[in-house]
């Protein structure tokens, strides 16, 4: 009887393994622009949730500047009149999380907002060679730790040289109408799909969240089974 019980439970456990392994992946799309703080952190922190979790995840490079003209230009309004006391909490916040994540951002950087139109057609290019990660991290660094303007072409050959690319050809690569559209259009599924700003993830493609802290309520949802 004894013998049997263990062979039930092994083989009950067997079969529970190969249930998980034959189960289909969850899906995380990450719609993001580096010109974000918030994005900043919750790119650094993904990694994490994906590796724990098993997802599959899509980067979705966007220019959150289209997302705030079509669907939210109220984000204009709260910067050029904050509420002060909403903006003193907002900016600890933020650097309650770039200490916890091992950051250094500094909020506004000299140049703010940044035109982010070609460092994102860059992202892409660097998704094209399979190092959109590495090209991304240093883009978020150079904006938000070194204080440096990732608009101008210098500053973009660093973070491509940070990146494992080539400066020229990618800068050359992004100006192909090709990539001009694949950032308008991944600009448009966000806003069609309700999103607002950056970053948003969709689990399972129409379960949606916004916004670094919303992390853990992302890893509950690709965690279900």
Known sequence: MRVNRWFCATLGRAHRSIAARSSPLATLEFFFDCSSPWTYLAFTRIHDVVKRTGAEIVWKPILVGGVFNAVNREVYDRRANPDPRKASYSGKDLQD???LCGLKITMPPPVFPVRATEVMRMALVAQEEGKLVPFSRAAFEAYWGDLKDISRPDVLAEVCVNAG?????TAARSQNPSIKERLRANTDELIARGGFGSPTMFVNGNDMYFG?????????ALSRP
């Open 212 to 220: 670094n802290d919303r992390l853990p309520l992302v890893e509950a």
């Open 97 to 99: 999380w770039a200490r």
């Open 165 to 169: 690319l080539d400066p020229e050809a």
